[in-house]
Structure formats: C-alpha cells, structure tokens
C-alpha cells in the first residue's frame, strides 16, 4: 500500500519550503550550517552559524576568512551566571568574548565562538552581534524571554 | 544588486556516519589559515584541540599538538590530531588545524574511523 508516500512528501515539501533562503543552510545529519555575508560600511562581514543539538559554533569574518580568535561561553551553575573563556588567540583583546557571552544569554546553550573582527572596532563588534542576533532569532535557535525582562 | 554582496568565502562540507554503531556527525571547513574539523557524537563539539606545524631549521618539520578546551591528555586525541596534521603537511599545506572531538568512546577503531573519513573529504 502506497498510504505512507503522501506523508512522506508532505514531510518533504515542508523541510524544503522552510530551507529555501537566500542564505545557504546546509544540513547533515544532527547538524544545521547557516552561512550568510553583509556588507556594513564597505567592510565585509561573514557568518557561519553551526548548529549541533546541545551547542553552536559560530564563526565571524571581517573581510578576511581567518578564524580568528576563538573564545568558549557556557552558563555556570549555580546562579546562571555566564562564564567566558579565550581558546585560541590570545586574550590581549576581547573582540568577540562580550558577543560570546551575550549569545549564551539569549540561546541559553554553550559557544564557540571564532571571530577575526580587528581591536578597537566596538562598532563592526555591535553591528556583526546585531545581525548574529537577527540570524539567530530567525533560525530559532535563540529561547523565549520572559515576558517584561530586559536584556 | 546580487553582485555587493561579498561570496561566502569559506569552503566547508558536513557529513554523516556510523562508527562502531554511533552516529558521528563530521563537518570541515576551510579558513584563510586553518582547517576547521568537528567530529560530534554526542552533540556537542567535545574536546578542541590545536595543531600546528613548526618549521625548523631540520628538513622534518615538526609538528605542536594540544587540547586547548575539554579533556586534556587524552593520547587517543592527541594521535588523531597528530595524524590529521600531518597529512595536511604532506598534502602540501602549512595551515594549522582545529579538531574537535565530541566522541563516545576514545577507542582506537573509534579515532581511525574518524581519521579516515577526514581524509575520505579533506578539504586540503
């Protein structure tokens, strides 16, 4: 009996209609990839988004495709707080651990972050974390705030 | 107009396999100076670690392998690392490589699955 195709290409016609972007999202097995760039001020800005099931990993290019420096945020218990730390690249600078932070914040799940954004750019940091953000609550991957917080 | 927006510039391919009965999601990609490997079953990335060709003044080059995040010490690790680098060196490469491994187990059969089907879809 053939009464198992009609959902089967429901199923399809569904995923495929919620992946058509202008953006590439790939997805392989448990893993969902988001790539998109902007351009903010002649300055190029690139994102990769990689989500797995208890993390993401995303990666910021300023013009270049470094990686850059890299930092780990997880939420620490017992009170919540976030917790920052600099993997790779040395911690001379923190371009990209306040946006690190702020991501654990918002999707309440452990970062990697690896972003070649250069020191002393506080306003390529604020507007690559704006359009993260953006990303981030279009793909839904960041959870619900309770109603009347601020951020 | 399509033609200001920049090309995503990196290269990266993400796959899926069994090994030894677990599921192992792979994703590579390729910076300007680094290969970027993630090999998750768990659903996370796991243990990162860093390795880096040194050129010496000796013909072999040497290479530095180190867990920088997660279990440090894990020799099984350490090896995938070690082997992953230097294929990329032989390759002809000299970037470095981050790996992350989020594994079950640390078994032997377990790591050289993950090393083959790394350089199965090397990007290098």
Redesign the interface.
């Known amino acids: 009996m053939a009464r198992e195709e009609p959902d089967v290409e429901a199923l399809n016609e569904a995923i495929s209609s919620a992946l058509v972007s202008n953006d590439?999202v790939?997805?392989?097995?448990?893993?969902q990839?988001t790539?998109?760039?902007?351009?903010v001020n002649d300055v190029?800005l690139?994102f990769?988004i990689?989500r797995?099931?208890?993390?993401i990993?995303v990666?910021i290019?300023c013009d270049?495709?470094?990686?850059g420096r890299?930092y780990?945020a997880a939420p620490t218990r017992p009170k919540d707080m976030i917790s920052v730390?600099s993997?790779?690249g040395g911690a001379s600078d923190n371009t990209g651990a306040g946006i690190a932070r702020r991501l654990v914040l918002k999707t309440g799940l452990?970062i990697?972050l690896?972003c070649n954004i250069p020191k002393n750019s506080p306003m390529l940091e604020a507007e690559a974390e704006k359009m993260l953000v953006q990303k981030l609550i279009q793909l839904g991957y960041t959870r619900a705030k309770a109603e009347g917080s601020s951020s | 107009m399509d033609s200001?927006?920049?090309?995503?510039?990196?290269t990266?391919k993400?796959?899926?396999l069994d090994i030894k009965g677990n599921?192992t999601?792979v994703?590579l990609?390729s910076?300007?100076?680094?290969f970027?490997v993630?090999a998750?079953q768990?659903?996370?990335?796991g243990t990162?670690l860093?390795a880096r060709k040194e050129e010496g003044v000796s013909i072999e080059p040497t290479f530095n392998v180190s867990a920088?995040?997660g279990k440090r010490d894990e020799p099984m690790l350490l090896a995938c690392a070690r082997q992953l680098i230097q294929h990329i060196s032989i390759s002809g490469s000299s970037r470095s490589l981050?790996i992350?491994l989020g594994l079950k187990d640390h078994s032997a059969e377990t790591l050289k699955g993950v090393v083959s089907a790394v350089i199965e879809n090397r990007l290098w």
Request: hydrophobic share 45%; charged share 15%; proline share 4%.
């Open positions: 590439e790939k997805e392989g097995g448990g893993v990839i790539c998109f760039s902007e351009v190029a690139h990769q990689l797995l099931p208890k993390q990993y990666w290019g270049s495709a470094k990686l890299i780990a730390t993997i790779l452990n990697i690896a | 200001s927006v920049p090309r995503f510039p990196v990266y993400s796959l899926s599921k999601d994703v990609c910076y300007d100076d680094h970027l993630i998750t768990i659903g996370a990335m990162i860093h920088v995040f981050v992350s």
